[in-house]
C-alpha cells in the first residue's frame, strides 16, 4: 500500500459507511482517503514525512456539505449592519445611527435580520416608524428570510416607488391608506428598485435575479468582489465545510470563483447554478447546459437549474392549498403557471440538469412535483435527484410523491419557527393551528425513505452547521400530541454529510470515510458524542481538509 502524506490519530471517527461506520485513525495519500481503521493500521502507512494530526478523542467526520446557501450575498452581509436581537425603537437607533456614521458615503444604508415583530407583537413597521430611526438616508431593513424588507421614506422616494409601482407577480408593494407606500415590501420586484441605490452596485446580490453586471467592470471591483468570496470561503471552511451547494448564480460568479480557483484559494467545492427566473424564456436552458461544460474541474461546477415557486409564508407569499387561516380568500400565487414550469423541468431534465425548486407551501410543492413528474412522463425515469428547498409546509397526500419521483428535500433546520431564531409569529397564524402536524415534516419524510440534505440557506439563516445541528436535536412540537419532527445526532450530521453529497450527486467520491473516496474530513474541536445538547452549538472545526489540504486550522 501506499505512504500517507497525512494520518489522523486518536480520533472518534464517524465515517457516514454503513458497513464500518466508526474508526480510530485515517490516511490519506494525495487527495484520497488511503485507510480508515486503528491506530496501528493507520500508523503503519507512515513514515519521517507523513504530517501527523492527533485528534485527542475528538469526533472526526467526512467534511461537511452547505446544501443551501448565497455565498456572495451572505459574504458580503458580514459588512452590513446586524439586527439580531434588535426590538423596538431605541434599540434600533442605537443600531442604525452608529452604522450611518461609520459609513458617511454609502448610498443605502442596509441591515440584515430584521424581527417582523421589529416594534412589538402584530405590529406592521411603517416607514415613519424607520423615519423616526433614520430620517435623512436611505435605510432598508431586511427580515431574516430575506423575503420581505421595509425602507424610510427617503429610500422609498429616491426609487420611485413611494406612490407605488405596478410590480411582477408574486411581489408586493404594501399600500398605506393614504395611497402612499407603507414602508413594507414584498419579495424581489417590490424591493429591488430601492437596493438598486446601494454603492456596490448590487454585484453580489445579481445572482439572485440570475442577471450578470452592466458595464464593464475595473479590476478593483473584481479584485473587491473577490474579496468578498473569499471572505465568505475562508468562513464556511472554519465551520467544517468543504463543499457548497449555492442557490443563486450568474457567470460573474462562476468567473470570480473560476479565478480564486486559480490561484488555489478555493477552499471549497463550489457548485453555481443557472437561475431560471420566471422572466427568462425556456430556450434559455441552453445557457445551463454551456455553463455545464465550461465550469466542471474538480472544484468549481454548474450542474443545477435553480427555480423559485413562491415566496416565504410570514409574508404570505407563499402559496398553499387552502386559504392562509389569517387571510381568508388568500392562497398566494404561483411565480410559474404550471404549464410553464412542467415545460421547464421537462426540458431540464432532458439535458440532464438537476433541478432545484424554492417551494415553501403546499400548493407550491404540489406544482413542484407535478412538473417533476412531467419531467419524468416525457423522458423516462433516471437518477436525477431533483429536489425541493425548504419543504416548510406539505400537503400528507404529496408526501409518497417524493419517493416515487426521488426527489431530495433540502431542509433547513434553522427555519422552523421557535427552533432557532426565528420568531413563532407571523408564521404559526398564517399557517393555522389544524396544519401545523404537517410543517417542516421531517418525521414523515424519514419514515418515507425520502433523502435529506441539510443548510442553513445562509444569510437567511447562521451557517453555522452545529447551531442548525442543536436545533434539528431540540426541536420540539408546537402543542402536545404533534409529532417534534426532531433529529438524533447522527441524522442531523448524516444530513451535513452523506445527505448532502448525495444531493449534490457527489456521494460516489465524498460524503463518507471510506478508502479511495476524497479526502474531504473535519476534525472537530470536540467529541460531539459526548457534548452535552446544550454546549453542542459551540464546538467548531479544529481543522479542515479538502482533497488532502488543509484549508483550515484553528
Keep these: 500500500m501506499s505512504r500517507a502524506d497525512m494520518i489522523i490519530l486518536n480520533g472518534h471517527v464517524l465515517t457516514m459507511n454503513d458497513a464500518a461506520p466508526f474508526a480510530q485513525a485515517l490516511a490519506i495519500a494525495g487527495d484520497r482517503i ?3 481503521g486503528t491506530n496501528e493500521d493507520v500508523l503503519a502507512l507512515a513514515d519521517s514525512s507523513t504530517r501527523r494530526i492527533d485528534a485527542q478523542q475528538a469526533t472526526v467526520m467526512p467534511g461537511m456539505t452547505e446544501a443551501h446557501l448565497h455565498l456572495f450575498s451572505g459574504a458580503f452581509g458580514l459588512r452590513l449592519c446586524q439586527l439580531d436581537g434588535v ?10 445611527q452608529p452604522y450611518a456614521r461609520a459609513n458617511p458615503d454609502e448610498a443605502l444604508l442596509i441591515c440584515k435580520a430584521a424581527d417582523y415583530n421589529l416594534f412589538g407583537s402584530g405590529v406592521a413597521t411603517t416607514r415613519q416608524m424607520l423615519d423616526a430611526a433614520l430620517p435623512d438616508r436611505p435605510l432598508i431593513l ?6 420581505t424588507a421595509w425602507a424610510n421614506t427617503v429610500a422609498l422616494e429616491r426609487a420611485g416607488i413611494l406612490q407605488g409601482r405596478e410590480v411582477s407577480v408574486g411581489s408586493e408593494i404594501v399600500m398605506a391608506a ?9 419579495e424581489h420586484g417590490a424591493f429591488d428598485p430601492v437596493m438598486e441605490l446601494r454603492s456596490s452596485g448590487g454585484r453580489e446580490g445579481l445572482g439572485l435575479g440570475g442577471v450578470e453586471p452592466e458595464g464593464d467592470l475595473t479590476p478593483a471591483q473584481r479584485a473587491e468582489d473577490i474579496s468578498v468570496l473569499l471572505e465568505g ?14 442557490m443563486d448564480g450568474n457567470r460573474y460568479q462562476l468567473e470570480l470563483l473560476r ?27 441552453q445557457e445551463a447546459s454551456q455553463l455545464r461544460e465550461e465550469f466542471a474541474s474538480d472544484r468549481l461546477s454548474s450542474r443545477r437549474v435553480k427555480m423559485f415557486m413562491d415566496g416565504v409564508i410570514d409574508s404570505a407569499t407563499a402559496v398553499l392549498v387552502e386559504d392562509y387561516a389569517d387571510t381568508p380568500g388568500w392562497k398566494g400565487d404561483l411565480l410559474h403557471t404550471p404549464e410553464r414550469f412542467h415545460a421547464a423541468a421537462i426540458e431540464a431534465d432532458r439535458r440532464g440538469l438537476q433541478i432545484a425548486v424554492h417551494a415553501i407551501g403546499d400548493a407550491a410543492i ?3 412535483l407535478d412538473g417533476y413528474q412531467a419531467a419524468r412522463e416525457a423522458n423516462g425515469a433516471r437518477d436525477s435527484r431533483h429536489r425541493i428547498e425548504h419543504v416548510e409546509l406539505l400537503h400528507p397526500d404529496d408526501l409518497p410523491r417524493f419517493v416515487e419521483l426521488g426527489v431530495v428535500a433540502s431542509m433547513q433546520p434553522s427555519h422552523p419557527p421557535g427552533a432557532m431564531d426565528f420568531p413563532l409569529e407571523p408564521w404559526i397564524s398564517r399557517v393555522g393551528e389544524e396544519r401545523w402536524r404537517w410543517a417542516f415534516p421531517l418525521d414523515d419524510l424519514r419514515r418515507e425513505g425520502v433523502p435529506i440534505a441539510f443548510a442553513s440557506d445562509w444569510p437567511v439563516a447562521d451557517v453555522n452547521p452545529m447551531r442548525s445541528v442543536k436545533a434539528a436535536i431540540a426541536r420540539r412540537a408546537w402543542k402536545p400530541g404533534l409529532p417534534d419532527h426532531a433529529s438524533t445526532l447522527m441524522q442531523a450530521l448524516h444530513g451535513y454529510t452523506l445527505g448532502g453529497a448525495y444531493a449534490g450527486h457527489e456521494d460516489h467520491r465524498l460524503g463518507s470515510l471510506v478508502p479511495g473516496l476524497l479526502a474531504d474530513i473535519v476534525i472537530m474541536d470536540r467529541d460531539l458524542e459526548a457534548t452535552q445538547l446544550s454546549d453542542i452549538d459551540t464546538a467548531r472545526a479544529a481543522v479542515t481538509i479538502c482533497g488532502g489540504q488543509i484549508t483550515w486550522e484553528a
Design 34 to 36: 488511503l485507510a480508515v
Design 87 to 96: 426590538h423596538g425603537l431605541d434599540a434600533l437607533r442605537d443600531k442604525v
Design 142 to 147: 431586511f427580515a431574516g428570510d430575506h423575503h
Design 178 to 186: 393614504d395611497g402612499t407606500a407603507s414602508g413594507e415590501l414584498r
Design 233 to 246: 470561503l475562508k468562513l464556511c471552511s472554519s465551520y467544517g465545510f468543504t463543499s457548497l451547494h449555492n
Design 259 to 285: 479565478e480564486i480557483e486559480a490561484d488555489g484559494g478555493l477552499t471549497c467545492r463550489t457548485d453555481i447554478p443557472f437561475h431560471l427566473t420566471p422572466s427568462k424564456p425556456i430556450e434559455s436552458l
Design 366 to 368: 404540489r406544482n413542484v
